[in-house]
């Protein structure tokens, strides 16, 4: 018993500084993660990085321990930067920093579009310590000589994939050419297809990997059904007798098209179903009033996008359905992920009509996992 004990990891063998130790604890982190363990001492050590692994792991944790860990309190200018696609992603990083440096002296400040281009002006003056944003805002920042990047010294690329992926390619370049060439660059994602690594050893100091293969990106703890549907247009009430059937506290439901999303709110919300959505044409303030109302349970079904498929923990979120299949397989893994987070058990149910059978073959062969059709006692997957 001892010796399992022994091999147990914990944040007191990470060297870390007394105060970030007793954010981590009272935050609720009881032992790190497999990512969290690795990679922390790799961030703290200051050398560049690039580290893999799948959603519900610990990788904003990961990240943030080891930004917090790097950073000198006593120095008042801005040294770590963090970049996320999504303003959902950064709201999120930032009130976990915010906790896990409640004991420290720490200035953190979130820098994204769709709001006041002026009032974020006025906060950069204060030269916070540890800016998290999405690249558009911050690159404009810089451009306008309101952020300063000269005393950068940990740039960290939260989803990586996503990030350098096609919209936010050119941002990235500009970001990167006006940090310090002895800047260290951290990259964190749950899937690195091959063009990112290519990308990332342009830019990068000859970093060390923590990867994990495509096949060990599993997908465990979440039982995954489908439901066929012949016809489309039959999914709405497909769906309405799923709620019915299931009395789930909460539900994500994905739907691909922003069009589609809102033509299916309209006719739940006419028949008084909890229901709210988000997409990416809602304002910074909607979408953090969006997932407020349903983190705290007001609304019960959320519709979304692909927008949320990344990195979103909804803590008592134990169903995820997919109106449409993705469009891309790896988004599949992503959105299923928001349920089963830290190993809690979760369900997910697919639409799917004769013509997604294929497709959705294939996402079972890319994953070599296993979508059953699902069963009449579909209650009891769910259940406690």
Not at 26 to 46: D, L, M, R
Not at 117 to 122: A, I, S
Not at 312 to 341: A, C, M, W
């Amino acid at each position: 018993m001892d010796e399992e004990n022994k091999t147990k990891l914990s944040f007191d063998d990470l060297n870390l500084k007394e105060n970030l130790l007793r954010g981590i604890y009272s935050y609720g982190f009881e032992n790190p993660s497999k990512i969290q363990h690795e990679a922390v001492p790799k961030i703290a050590s200051g050398k560049d990085i690039i580290a893999q692994a799948q959603s519900g792991t610990g990788k904003t944790g990961a990240f943030t321990i080891g930004a917090l860990q790097n950073l000198k309190e006593d120095e008042k200018n801005t040294q770590t930067l963090i970049l996320s696609p999504t303003h959902e992603l950064v709201h999120q990083i930032s009130e976990v920093i915010r906790e896990l440096s409640n004991y420290m002296d720490v200035s953190i400040m979130e820098v994204v579009g769709g709001t006041n281009v002026y009032e974020c002006r006025k906060e950069l003056e204060k030269n916070p310590q540890i800016i998290i944003g999405t690249p558009g805002r911050v690159l404009d920042m810089i451009l306008k000589k309101c952020l300063f990047t000269d005393k950068i010294k940990t740039l960290i690329f939260d989803e990586a994939d996503e990030i350098l992926s096609y919209g936010f390619k050119d941002s990235i370049y500009q970001i990167v050419q006006t940090i310090p060439e002895t800047t260290q660059i951290c990259l964190f994602s749950a899937t690195i297809p091959d063009e990112i690594l290519d990308l990332s050893t342009k830019f990068m100091n000859n970093p060390q990997r923590i990867l994990i293969k495509k096949e060990e990106l599993t997908l465990e703890g979440i039982t995954q059904f489908y439901i066929n549907i012949k016809i489309n247009d039959w999914k709405f009430d497909v769906l309405k007798d799923l709620y019915d059937t299931i009395n789930v506290s909460q539900c994500i439901i994905y739907i691909n098209s922003k069009n589609k999303l809102m033509e299916i709110y309209t006719k739940l919300t006419n028949e008084n179903f909890p229901v709210s959505y988000i997409h990416g044409e809602l304002s910074s303030v909607e979408r953090k009033e969006v997932m407020e109302n349903f983190r705290s349970g007001h609304s019960r079904l959320l519709l979304s996008t692909d927008l949320l498929s990344r990195g979103i923990d909804v803590q008592q979120l134990s169903l995820v359905i997919n109106f449409d299949l993705p469009k891309s397989k790896e988004t599949y893994i992503h959105r299923i992920g928001r349920s089963g987070r830290y190993g809690r058990k979760g369900v997910s149910i697919n639409l799917v009509t004769d013509r997604d059978m294929r497709y959705m073959e294939e996402i079972e062969s890319f994953y070599d996992t296993k979508i059953s059709e699902m069963p009449q006692n579909i209650q009891d997957y769910l259940s406690v």
